[in-house]
C-alpha cells in the first residue's frame, strides 16, 4: 500500500544519505547521527534472543522533518 511505498522510499534515502546502514536485519545510525543525538540504539535480550532496536529522539524528529519532508498530499 501507499504507506509502505513511502516508508520503503524513506529507508532507501536514508541509507543513500549515510543516515542509516543494514546490519544482521537491523537498520543502524551511523555514529555521527548518534553523537548529534538524532538517534539512539537500544540493545538488549529478550526471550534468550540479543536485539538491538533504533532510536529517534525528539532532536531526530525535528532534523529528519526539515531535511525530509512528507509529500503534500493530492
Known amino acids: 500500500d501507499e504507506a509502505h511505498?513511502?516508508?520503503?522510499?524513506?529507508?532507501?534515502?536514508?541509507n543513500?544519505?549515510?543516515?542509516?546502514?543494514?546490519?544482521g536485519g537491523n537498520w543502524l545510525p551511523f555514529q555521527a547521527h548518534i553523537d548529534a543525538g538524532r538517534?539512539?540504539?537500544?540493545?538488549?535480550?529478550?526471550?534468550?534472543h540479543a536485539f538491538q532496536?533504533?532510536?529517534?529522539e525528539p532532536a531526530g524528529i525535528a532534523w529528519l522533518a526539515s531535511r525530509y519532508p512528507a509529500p503534500a498530499k493530492a
Open 16 to 23: 543513500a544519505d549515510t543516515v542509516i546502514f543494514k546490519r
Open 53 to 56: 532496536q533504533t532510536r529517534v
Open 5 to 14: 511505498r513511502y516508508y520503503d522510499q524513506v529507508v532507501a534515502k536514508l
Open 39 to 48: 538517534f539512539s540504539v537500544k540493545a538488549g535480550e529478550a526471550s534468550g
